[in-house]
Structures are given as structure tokens and as C-alpha cells.
């Protein structure tokens, strides 16, 4: 089986049942992240795998600590024995470290950040899908996640703190695309 063939599977099979929802957002993060293999070459691979399994933290099944990016990187490390670099993405995806409050240390030493150019290619994935998998701006998926959780929660907090730096990376990713040659196709 394909790296991206068992990250789908193990998303499957911890989100599916019990997170419905989630795994429709999963769905359309991987299905974005398929979109950017023009400007990933030999990360494209990498980066969709780490769509499917970046949310992964969610399920019943792995919550420990409560904070899903930590939980969902512990579990890829420490039961499925994922790469390193995998981890590391899916512990910081879309700037997981404004939200990881007394587990900021904890984050930090047990997976460093990934390098700049896939920490903003998962971000770009993530923060433009909606929770059913729908593709939304990267405003829309603020003001929504905000509504969702309501002002003074903890996960509004970071993403409002976050915003700029959210918003930079989604901007840099979609700067890359539009960089991209148009190819026509031929019949």
C-alpha cells in the first residue's frame, strides 16, 4: 500500500464512524492537497498524506491530551511509526502552537516545526475547507470556525491570533499556484 493510501485508510477508519463530519473535511483537505502536487515535486506525496491524517487527534479513539494536533502526531509516532517529518506536520498543522496553551513545550520538544514551504502548503489545505468539505476563502473559514466555537473559546482565541499568520501562509501557497504555467489539454 501507498504512503497516501494508508494515511487515507487509518483517517478512515478513526474518523469515519465515530466523526462523520470531520472526515468530510478530511476528505476535501486531502482533495486540495491533491491540487498542489505542481508546486510540491517530490513533497506532493508527503503533503497529501499529511492532509488525510491532520485531524486524526479528533477520534475518541486517541484523545489523550485533549489538544488533537499533539495526540494525532503521538499516535502516528508512537503506534504506527510514521516518518518523522509526517509527525512533525500534522503536530503544527495550520499553527497549532497558538492553541497548545501548557502543551506548547510539550509540542515543541517532541516534534519540531516542519519546514516553512509544507507547514503553509497543509495550512493552505486545511484553512480553505470548510468543516463539510467544502473549498471557502480563508476568511470565510475564520469567521466560521469562530462562530463555531463561539468568542471566548479557547480555539477561537488561537485562531484569531493566528489569523495573520494563517492568512500569510494561504496567501504565499496561492501566489505559488497562480505562479503555475496554464497547460491546455489535448484531445
Excluded at 500569510?168 to 503555475?180: D, E, G, M
Aim: proline share 6%; glycine share 8%; aromatic share 4%.
Amino acid at each position: 500500500m501507498t504512503r497516501t493510501g494508508w494515511a487515507e485508510t487509518t483517517a478512515r477508519n478513526l474518523l469515519k464512524a465515530p466523526l462523520p463530519r470531520r472526515w468530510a473535511h478530511t476528505q476535501g483537505v486531502a482533495a486540495t492537497a491533491r491540487t498542489l502536487a505542481g508546486i510540491l515535486g517530490d513533497d506532493a506525496d508527503l503533503l497529501i498524506s499529511a492532509a488525510w491524517l491532520h485531524d486524526i487527534g479528533y477520534s475518541p479513539a486517541l484523545a489523550a491530551t485533549g489538544f488533537h494536533p499533539l495526540d494525532g502526531a503521538r499516535y502516528l509516532r508512537d503506534t504506527e511509526h510514521a516518518g518523522e517529518l509526517l509527525c512533525r506536520l500534522v503536530a503544527h498543522h495550520s499553527c497549532a502552537i497558538n492553541g497548545a496553551a501548557d502543551l506548547a513545550s510539550d509540542l515543541l520538544t517532541e516534534f519540531p516545526p516542519p519546514p516553512g514551504h509544507l507547514a503553509d502548503a497543509l495550512t493552505y489545505c486545511d484553512m480553505t475547507t470548510g468543516p463539510d468539505g467544502q473549498t471557502m476563502t480563508i476568511d470565510q473559514r475564520i469567521a466560521e470556525i469562530i462562530t463555531r466555537y463561539g468568542p471566548g473559546h479557547l480555539v477561537s482565541r488561537a485562531i484569531t491570533t493566528s489569523a495573520p499568520d494563517l492568512t500569510a501562509a494561504v496567501s504565499r501557497v496561492a501566489h505559488l499556484l497562480s505562479a503555475q504555467p496554464v497547460t491546455q489539454s489535448t484531445r
